[in-house]
């Protein structure tokens, strides 16, 4: 009898935990999140447009990096450039069926943060903040240290207080190394507008340093 009611608790079968899955069995939701990373920007953009707001997370992961580090690069304000991402994402889904294709999708993404960062710096008052590394000595020799740093402010509050076209201009030539044609598009201006900013800013910050210097 002892012999019986052992067999019959080793053969008992384990049932699974109420809402767990089972073995093979696939997350519907790990799936679905799958596939929208095996599509294109062109045909997320196409599901979102058709009513699927999920496609839209999908389009945020692999621009929402990009997009704070131009508004970043633009305003030199970690608080501000969040805000202005993440009005950018905002605006870009409430905005998404005038989005015609003609252009790439972070194409247009990029012209919405801009305008974005150039309203917000239109109210506000010309930022000297930091802006990144763009002159690194490499030496120990506090003297010297002192003095490039010294250097990195300069041209930091340089570029704070370029016109507001012009450092646009700039940050998207200079500093994410786009050529004159992808800033053109996202700024909606002709290429010679474009040459005429970037070499207006460069001269400007030319100037503005040798004054400094």
Known sequence: MARAKARRTRTKKVQPARGAESPGRVNPFAEKLSKYRQLSDAELVQLVKAGEPEPFDELVRRHSMKIHDLCYKILRNYDDARDMAQETFIKAYRKIKKFHGRSQFSTWLYRIAVNNCLNYLKKQRPTE???????SSGKDDPVERYRSKKLKEMIYAAVGKLPTVQRAVFTLRTLEDMSYQDVSEILKKPVSTIKVNHHLAVKNLRNYMKAKI
């Open 129 to 135: 903040e930091i802006y990144e590394e763009m002159v």
